[in-house]
């Protein structure tokens, strides 16, 4: 069997969720505590962090943004990277935003703080970096409301990774109740959109130990 090591709230293995499930694409879940460097997983992936995806025949792929590309090359009857260059340039721009800009700028100063240090024993939430990063959360939002708004999906008239990109970093905010749906009536309406196909429900239905998620985060109609 297919399986990838992932952790529940990592936008990076969430990502790499949806484009297998949107694929139809079967596999395994296999929690790794990357804090732990595991012998095992760290000889798989030297840069010690997940996603990683090992193939049925035992091909061991690292990197969400590698493991998204060899999938869509993989299986190519669901594109999610887009069909002219043009559009596969513009999917390649936004996952950068969402994968690198807005990791940088608002989950860093959020995620991180109140859930990977957590995990990870490093202490108590810095105040700076979570005023940070809720003052840095209404641009993006404004932005992706702009997109949602120009165009049918987030890079242009299908589905694309950009699309999933941005919900995977969404939805792990949304869980621990750091989303402010009012800022931005778009953006909400894009990501109960999103959040509305059947790619979708296992991210839904997961649940992390000391963490609860609010009532409506698994409810479609907000």
């Known amino acids: 069997m297919r399986i990838l090591y992932h952790q529940p709230l990592c936008p990076y293995s969430r990502k790499v969720r949806l484009v297998l499930a949107e694929k139809r694409i079967p596999f395994e879940l296999r929690i790794e505590r990357v804090w732990e460097r595991r ?26 943004y590698a493991i998204c ?19 596969r340039a ?3 721009r936004l996952v950068a935003w969402f ?3 807005f990791f940088r700028e608002v989950m860093d ?4 703080e109140k859930q990977w240090k957590r995990l990870m024993g490093r202490g108590n939430p810095d105040a700076a970096a979570l005023r940070a ?18 165009r049918l999906w987030l890079a242009g008239n299908s589905l694309s990774l950009a699309d999933l990109a941005a919900a995977a970093h969404l939805s792990a905010l949304d869980y621990i109740g750091d989303m402010d749906w009012a800022l931005n009536d778009a953006a909400k309406d894009w990501y109960a959109k999103v959040k509305s196909r059947p790619a979708f429900r296992p991210l839904l239905a997961d649940r992390v130990s000391g963490v609860n998620p609010p009532p409506h985060y698994a409810d479609l109609d907000f």
């Open 99 to 101: 994968d690198g800009k």
């Open 39 to 64: 012998e095992e997983f760290m000889t798989m992936n030297p840069a010690g962090t997940v996603p990683v995806l090992v193939e049925e025949n035992g091909l061991v792929l690292a990197d969400s």
């Open 109 to 112: 100063n959020l995620l991180v």
């Open 133 to 150: 990063g809720y003052a840095n959360l209404k641009p993006h939002l404004d932005y992706l409301g702009w997109l949602a708004e120009t």
């Open 90 to 92: 513009e999917v390649r």
């Open 69 to 87: 590309e060899y999938l869509d090359e993989a299986y190519p009857d669901l594109p999610l990277l887009g069909r002219t260059l043009g559009e």
